[in-house]
T-cell receptor, first 117, second 113 residues
C-alpha cells in the first residue's frame, strides 16, 4: 500500500497523560500536514513540514503540542498533559510540491481517533 | 484569513438524481479548490479539484464549477448511487498559504435507493 498511514488508529487515554501519534507519508512526498477534526466539522490545520523543517503552526497548536519530522520522512505529533478538549480525530496528509507550484494535491491518512477520559 | 462556507449541511437524494453542494470563500487570493469525500471512520479522500485558472472540470459523474467573481464553487454529482452516501467537504487554499487547506463544515449526503 502506497498511501498515507497513521498509527495508532485509536487511542484512549486519561486526562493528564502524554500521547504520541505517528504518520508515514507517501514515499517521496516532501510536504506533510497535520489537521484536527472534531465531530461534525471539517479538518482544521495544525502544522506542516517542508521536508524536515516545520514552517508554520496554527494558533490551535498550544505549547502542549509538538510535532517533528526528523529525517523528512515520517512525522510524530505529541500531546502532553492531555485534556478532554483534545479529544478529536488527528489527520495527517502529504503532498509532493513541484518546482514552481505552491500547492499540490494533499492525500490524507485514515486518522488517529483520540479519546481523553 | 480565509473562511469557507458550505451548504447545505445535509442533502437527501433519490438514487439516480443529481446532487449539488455549494461553497463560498472569502479570500480573493484563493487559487486551489479541492473536494473531499469522507466515509465513516476514514480519512478524507480527494474526489476532484480545480485551480483558479479553470472554470469547470469533469470526471465521469462528478463535476466542479468555479465562479471567481462571485467567489463560489460547486460540486455536482450526477446519476447518484448509494455508494455516493458520505460526508463531502470543500476546501480552499491561497497563494501564500503554502498549501494548507481551509475546509468547509461538510455536507452529509444520503442517497436512498
Amino acid at each position: 500500500d502506497t498511501g498515507v498511514s497513521q498509527n495508532p488508529r485509536h487511542k484512549i487515554t486519561k486526562r493528564g497523560q502524554n500521547v504520541t501519534f505517528r504518520c508515514d507519508p507517501i514515499s517521496e512526498h516532501n510536504r506533510l500536514y497535520w489537521y484536527r477534526q472534531t465531530l461534525g466539522q471539517g479538518p482544521e490545520f495544525l502544522t506542516y513540514f517542508q521536508n524536515e523543517a516545520q514552517l508554520e503552526k496554527s494558533r490551535l497548536l498550544s505549547d502542549r503540542f509538538s510535532a517533528e519530522r526528523p529525517k523528512g520522512s515520517f512525522s510524530t505529533l505529541e500531546i502532553q498533559r492531555t485534556e478532554q478538549g483534545d479529544s478529536a480525530m488527528y489527520l495527517c496528509a502529504s503532498s509532493l510540491v513541484r518546482l514552481g507550484r505552491l500547492t499540490d494535491t494533499q492525500y490524507f491518512g485514515p486518522g488517529t481517533r483520540l479519546t481523553v477520559l | 484569513g480565509e473562511n469557507v462556507e458550505q451548504h447545505p449541511s445535509t442533502l437527501s437524494v433519490q438514487e439516480g438524481d443529481s446532487a449539488v453542494i455549494k461553497c463560498t470563500y472569502s479570500d480573493s487570493a484563493s487559487n486551489y479548490f479541492p473536494w473531499y469525500k469522507q466515509e465513516l471512520g476514514k480519512g478524507p479522500q480527494l474526489i476532484i479539484d480545480i485551480r483558479s485558472n479553470v472554470g469547470e472540470k469533469k470526471d465521469q459523474r462528478i463535476a466542479v464549477t468555479l465562479n471567481k467573481t462571485a467567489k463560489h464553487f460547486s460540486l455536482h454529482i450526477t446519476e447518484t448511487q448509494p455508494e455516493d452516501s458520505a460526508v463531502y467537504f470543500c476546501a480552499a487554499s491561497w497563494a501564500d498559504s503554502w498549501g494548507k487547506l481551509q475546509f468547509g463544515a461538510g455536507t452529509q449526503v444520503v442517497v436512498t435507493p
